[in-house]
């Protein structure tokens, strides 16, 4: 199967953006290379601007950019949204100015960079802005599409991104708020998101092989939340599991756990990065030893 990083579609995405919008601009905090803007700063180079390391100078200049009519999309490591808070709060969110974030090396497959680069609470802090639109695709195609949609909303939009190459699936609807439903099933539910849907594919797998019919949900939109498709599967289904390569608090789990409230299910559980940093490793091991392979996800379920 093909692979490729979502980072590197989303640079291949707003480069399409770009010839198709005459109003899309992109700037950068001096990490052009890394976050695969360098591709529209070759081909649109009086439409991308380096602001150095600088994010919040960046979003601020973002910010005025929009209200003249331009749809900014600014990117950086998603470990630098903190960098920027004050200003995509107060700047871009309580005036809901039109300003997309592209925020790229996100979760613990980052690796070597260790903790201090590992973004592991960015959706969180995205999550509980209002009038922001969150955005974690599973592959390529789905980044594609998540920022087609980014350039049509008109608001503020988070779009993270991942360093490491993960599959490329066959195409599947795409709705903004509305998730998809990966496999059905009825022994249980696995909610995910981003590239662990990889991970969760190979659990499904594993569990299949030992008896357990799982389904296997993708959230590709965190923010506005497909609360109507989490009820439907954890009622259906009676024990649920969310998987995410993510802090457990803030994330994907504790979406589905708010569209839950009340339902009095039978199990409940979130997989994720517990209270605690990253560390320095190669993407694989950090996977294992943080319990998100496919295997250690379906350890997990088969105990339940």
């Not at 980072?7 to 905090?29: F, H, M, P, T």
């Not at 350039?151 to 609807?173: N, Q, W």
Request: contains cysteine; aromatic residues 8%; glycine residues 10%.
């Amino acid at each position: 199967m093909e692979k490729k990083a979502i980072r590197v579609a989303y640079g291949e995405a707003i480069v399409k953006l770009g010839e198709k919008n005459d109003k899309v601009v992109v700037l950068d905090a001096d990490l052009a290379a890394a976050t695969m803007t360098n591709g529209f700063k070759k081909a649109y180079p009086d439409r991308f601007y380096d602001c150095g390391i600088a994010e919040a100078n960046m979003v601020d200049m973002a910010a005025g950019m929009s209200t003249m009519g331009l749809i900014p999309f600014c990117s950086t490591f998603a470990v630098f949204a903190g960098r920027s808070y004050d200003q995509i709060r107060n700047g871009v969110c309580y005036p809901n100015f039109n300003v997309k974030f592209g925020f790229s090396h996100a979760g613990i497959t980052l690796g070597e960079d260790g903790g201090s680069h590992q973004a592991i609470e960015d959706i969180a802090i995205m999550r509980v802005l209002p009038n922001m639109t969150v955005f974690v695709p599973s592959d390529a195609t789905e980044c594609y599409k998540c920022v087609e949609a980014a350039a049509e909303i008109d608001g503020p939009v988070f779009i993270r991104t991942a360093r490491l190459p993960s599959p490329v699936y066959e195409e599947r609807p795409f709705t903004v708020g509305k998730g998809n439903v990966i496999k059905d099933g009825k022994d249980c539910v696995i909610f995910t998101c981003g590239i662990m849907l990889e991970h969760c594919l190979e659990a499904v797998q594993i569990l299949a092989d030992n008896g357990i019919d799982a389904a296997l949900v993708s959230h590709h939109t965190l923010k506005p939340f497909d609360e109507e498709l989490t009820r439907e599967y954890a009622a259906k289904c009676g024990k649920v599991f969310t998987v995410e390569e993510h802090s457990i608090i803030g994330g994907l789990g504790d979406a589905v756990a708010s569209s839950l409230c009340g339902m009095g299910l039978k199990h409940f559980e979130k997989i994720g990065i517990n209270d605690e940093f990253g560390q320095s490793g190669k993407p694989a091991d950090l996977l294992k030893a943080y319990g998100l392979t496919g295997a250690q996800i379906a350890e997990r379920v088969m105990k339940a």
